[in-house]
Every structure is written in structure tokens, then in C-alpha cells.
């Protein structure tokens, strides 16, 4: 009886950080913890060159870990790209939205360097092998 009470009489209430209530404490952390805000989040999946794993029993073909750098040429990330040794499926990685810069080894041409964008809520497939066919088909039409 004391729960439905206080909800007819308390109604809703929104808070929301950075709020003009003069009254308002602002943010409380507990102790020295820094919380970051909610960045926005878009996911990468990276195609790299497969590498080739037998566990005794099967042959497995992983793909090639990679690294993500930001745009100025920091190191962000480094993928290992594989859950496990015998996990043939790329790993999904979250990162906040923005460009960067990938390097990782393809079937054909080794190590490369692309630009990928990274938008809100969405999943960038980078297949550097497919990239290459497209990219190779498109150059020789062109011409």
C-alpha cells in the first residue's frame, strides 16, 4: 500500500547532469572513482588475413589480429581479433564513434593501413580482401 501511494504522489521525475537547479549538487562519485560520460558507439568487424591453428585433432583458421589507431596516429587498440585459437570469427569490437585508422594484414598485399568511420549504433565490416577485388574491379573500368 506504501509503494502505489508514493508513486501517485511522487509522480516522475527526470534528472539530468549539468541541470539549471541552482540547488542542484551536480555529479556525485563515490571516492576518487572517474566515470566518464556515455560515449556514443558504433562497432567495428575487421576481415584480416586468416592464420592457420591445429589443435591436433582440426585444422583452424582464426583471423590475424590488427591494430586501431586514431586519427592523429596514437595507438588506440590492439585486436587480438579471436575469442579463442580456434574462433574463425572476427571479433566485434565497440568503439566511440569517430575515424580511425586500421592496420592489418590481408591475404594479397600483407600489412595495410584504411581509414574506417565508426557511426552511433552502427557495425563497420572492413573485408580487406573483398576491399581489394572492389577496388582492383572498379581502378581497371575506370580507365
Excluded at 571516492?31 to 558504433?42: C, F, H, I, M, V
Excluded at 585433432?57 to 579471436?82: C, E, M, R
Excluded at 569517430?98 to 573485408?127: F, M, N
Amino acid at each position: 500500500m506504501i509503494v502505489p501511494l508514493a508513486l501517485c504522489f511522487g509522480g516522475s521525475t527526470l534528472a539530468q547532469a549539468g541541470g539549471k537547479d541552482p540547488l542542484s549538487p551536480g555529479p556525485i562519485r563515490p571516492g576518487n572513482l572517474d566515470y566518464r560520460t556515455e560515449l556514443a558507439l558504433g562497432y567495428l568487424k575487421v576481415y584480416s588475413a586468416i592464420d592457420e591453428f591445429n589443435d591436433g585433432d582440426a585444422w583452424y583458421f582464426p583471423h590475424s589480429s590488427y591494430a586501431i589507431y586514431t586519427i592523429d596516429g596514437k595507438l588506440f587498440k590492439k585486436v587480438k581479433n579471436q575469442r579463442f585459437p580456434a574462433d574463425e570469427i572476427p571479433e566485434v569490437v565497440a568503439l566511440p564513434v569517430g575515424t580511425y585508422a586500421v592496420v592489418a594484414r590481408s591475404e594479397r598485399d600483407g600489412y595495410g593501413r584504411v581509414l574506417v568511420v565508426i557511426k552511433d549504433g552502427q557495425q563497420t565490416i572492413l573485408d580487406l580482401d573483398l576491399w581489394e577485388k572492389e577496388t582492383r574491379r572498379l581502378a581497371q573500368t575506370d580507365r
